[in-house]
C-alpha cells in the first residue's frame, strides 16, 4: 500500500484545513499521525469501514475525519486550529493478515499554524 498526504499549509490561529491521505492500494483502516518538532509523534484519529475514532485531546477540538471510498481517501478536517497543532501529520494503512498487523506510511504534509 503506497499513502500520499496533502493538504497541508501555513495558516493563522483560527483557521482551517483539510488533510487528504489517498491510498494505492486497500486496508482495514487508515490512520492519522502527528509529530511536533521535538516531540513523540502521536496518534490523531482513524477510520475503518466501520467506525472512526479520535484522540481524546481531539474529541474536543472541531477536528472531524471521513472518507470517500469511490476516491479511496481519507480526510482529516481541522477547524480553528491552534499554534500548539502545528506539527508534520502523517497517514497510515494498517492491514491484518493471519493475525498479523502491518502498517504502511507515506510521507507526511506539514502544518504550521501561526499566532
Known amino acids: 500500500v503506497q499513502l500520499q498526504a496533502s493538504g497541508g499549509g501555513l495558516v493563522q490561529r483560527g483557521e482551517s484545513l483539510r488533510l487528504s491521505c489517498t491510498a494505492s492500494g486497500s486496508s482495514d483502516a487508515i490512520d492519522w499521525y502527528r509529530q511536533a518538532p521535538g516531540e513523540r509523534r502521536e496518534w490523531v484519529a482513524s477510520i475503518s469501514s466501520t467506525s472512526s475514532n479520535l484522540a481524546d485531546y481531539a474529541k474536543g477540538r472541531p477536528f472531524t475525519i471521513f472518507r470517500d471510498t469511490a476516491k479511496n481517501t481519507v480526510y482529516l478536517q481541522m477547524n480553528n486550529l491552534e499554534p500548539e497543532d502545528t506539527a508534520a501529520y502523517y497517514c497510515?494503512?494498517?492491514?491484518?493478515?493471519?493475525?498479523?498487523?502491518?502498517?504502511?506510511w507515506g510521507p507526511g504534509t506539514l502544518v504550521t499554524v501561526s499566532s
Open positions: 497510515s494503512a494498517v492491514q491484518w493478515q493471519d493475525g498479523v498487523r502491518y502498517e504502511y
